[in-house]
């Protein structure tokens, strides 16, 4: 399994947005932590329309869903409900488990894919 250090970096840099712009309050920290996290929450849920195909083509593209990389979600998540944005919080974690799912589904259809042709 590879550790997936961009994703870790990039919720380590918006968690640290967030501590910026409510802890210190840094206008502009707030502004650019809201806009990211609105950004990968709606591409994440236009990601869950497209076909299972075009997402999961190899397992390269799946190391964003490994557990090391849920866990350091989780937190920003959690981060984000902390401080009090709690629609954007819960829109982020449904895009996620919407994810995830998408992603599970895709992986049981290719086991049994793969268990049919045997």
Not at 33 to 58: H, N, Q, R, Y
Not at 59 to 80: K, M, Q
């Amino acid at each position: 399994m590879k550790l997936p250090i961009k994703n870790i970096l990039i919720d380590s840099a918006v968690a640290s947005l967030v501590v910026a712009g409510e802890i210190y309050s840094i206008g502009y920290a707030s502004n650019a932590a809201i806009f990211f996290v609105w950004l990968v929450t709606v591409l994440g849920l236009v990601v869950c329309i497209m076909k299972p195909e075009d997402l999961f083509s190899d397992e390269a593209r799946n190391v964003h869903l490994n557990y090391v990389s849920r866990i350091s979600t989780i937190a920003l998540i959690g981060l984000i409900a902390a401080v009090g944005w709690f629609v954007t919080a819960a829109f982020y974690l449904l895009s996620l488990l919407l994810l995830i799912g998408k992603y599970q589904v895709h992986k049981k259809n290719a086991a049994n894919a793969l268990e049919k042709q045997q």
